[in-house]
Every structure is written in structure tokens, then in C-alpha cells.
T-cell receptor, first 113, second 112 residues
Framework: AQKVTQAQTEISVVEKEDVTLDCVYE???????LFWYKQPPSGELVFLIR??????QNEISGRYSWNFQKSTSSFNFTITASQVVDSAVYFC??????????FGTGTRLKVLA | ETGVTQTPRHLVMGMTNKKSLKCEQH?????MYWYKQSAKKPLELMFV???????ENNSVPSRFSPECPNSSHLFLHLHTLQPEDSALYLC???????????FGPGTRLLVL
């Protein structure tokens, strides 16, 4: 079975705090891809990152960083020094053998000024 | 225009109306998708088109009828909808099925 679990339904932080959004996935495929998307109130899902199963290097892009660990089937997303503009719903997704995106239920992040 | 565009952005319709949602992608992609996003539910894949051919229909009721005249345009024709069909309908495209999907801004649909 393929599944993506985002256990955190909603997180609230104060501006400038660091925050980590968790994503745990399940798949039996050896080749798969993991994604993070941001959905601001406007509705559009904005692509943030794609990682394939053979590349476990962590990645940093500005205030964003991603920690991919195959041993724990996790692909966590950290925002450093959060800002109000980071407030959105964040989705983790898995793409594997079925060629279907499997989305998690999303984590709503509220960054308070 | 760049990326993936959707029109209209908002739509209110009665249960007896017929309307269409339009999606256009300016990315040169070959695959296009319709998703439904309801409150407190995961995104639901509805239809997939690859090179204009429908390759996926996830048991979507026949009151939703997709049309893909070419690789750049995707329509979702709606008729005799139910109030529970009220949702955000998102269109996406990708170069190939295994590539990253890029989403449009969505159409917020309210069925009265």
C-alpha cells in the first residue's frame, strides 16, 4: 500500500521561530519521488521540492530545508526564522509505480506576528 | 500567460445548471490532471490525460465530463451537480507522468 501521513494537522508559531513539518510515507517501490507543495489562501499549490528515492542528500534553499531519511521513511520540511508569509497549508506527496500522486492531508501552518 | 491558468476562479451554480471549467497550460507539458479538493479531505485525483488520451478515471460520477482537445487545454464539463460537489477544483500538468506536477490556481465551485 502507498500512503503519506502528515500527522500534524495544524501548527502555530510566532514569527522568527523555526518549525518542522513532518511527513512519513509508505511504499514498496524502490524507485519513487517525494514532493512538498505550499498552498496559500489563494488556493494554488506551489511546488517547493522534488526528491527521488536514490538521493538522500538533504537540501537547503534559503530558509527552507528538507531532511530525507529512507531508514525512517520520512521527508521532513523545516522553515528557519518563519515569517507571516509562510502561513499556508503544506502538502507532502509521493509518486511511485502507479504514476499517481499520493498526497498527505496537509499541515496548516500559522505564523503569528 | 505563464504556467497553468484556470477559469473561472469562482463559480456558483444551481443543481440543474450546466457549466464548464477550463484549464490551460503554457509549459509544453504532455499530461494534464483534474483534482478535487474538499474541506478536510485529501486531494482526490479525478482524471488524467496523457497526450490527449484519458488514462485515468477514478470512479468519478458521470455528472463530471472531462475533455482534452489538445495537450494544452483541459475542460471539465459539469451538469446536474449536487451540493456535495462544492469544492476547489485544481488542474495540473506535467511533462510526463513521472515528472513534477504544476498546479493552477483552482476554481472554487459552490453548488446550491
Amino acid at each position: 500500500a502507498q500512503k503519506v501521513t502528515q500527522a500534524q494537522t495544524e501548527i502555530s508559531v510566532v514569527e522568527k521561530e523555526d518549525v518542522t513539518l513532518d511527513c512519513v510515507y509508505e511504499t514498496r517501490d524502490t524507485t519513487y519521488y517525494l514532493f512538498w507543495y505550499k498552498q496559500p489562501p489563494s488556493g494554488e499549490l506551489v511546488f517547493l521540492i522534488r526528491r527521488n528515492s536514490f538521493d538522500e542528500q538533504n537540501e537547503i534553499s534559503g530558509r527552507y530545508s528538507w531532511n530525507f531519511q529512507k531508514s525512517t521513511s520520512s521527508f521532513n520540511f523545516t522553515i528557519t526564522a518563519s515569517q507571516v508569509v509562510d502561513s499556508a497549508v503544506y502538502f507532502c506527496a509521493l509518486l511511485s509505480g502507479t504514476y499517481k500522486y499520493i498526497f498527505g492531508t496537509g499541515t496548516r501552518l500559522k505564523v503569528l506576528a | 500567460e505563464t504556467g497553468v491558468t484556470q477559469t473561472p476562479r469562482h463559480l456558483v451554480m444551481g443543481m440543474t445548471n450546466k457549466k464548464s471549467l477550463k484549464c490551460e497550460q503554457h509549459l509544453g507539458h504532455n499530461a494534464m490532471y483534474w483534482y478535487k479538493q474538499s474541506a478536510k479531505k485529501p486531494l482526490e485525483l479525478m482524471f488524467v490525460y496523457n497526450f490527449k488520451e484519458q488514462t485515468e478515471n477514478n470512479s468519478v460520477p458521470s455528472r463530471f465530463s472531462p475533455e482534452c482537445p489538445n495537450s494544452s487545454h483541459l475542460f471539465l464539463h459539469l451538469h446536474t451537480l449536487q451540493p456535495e460537489d462544492s469544492a476547489l477544483y485544481l488542474c495540473a500538468s506535467s511533462q510526463e507522468r513521472v515528472e513534477t506536477q504544476y498546479f493552477g490556481p483552482g476554481t472554487r465551485l459552490l453548488v446550491l
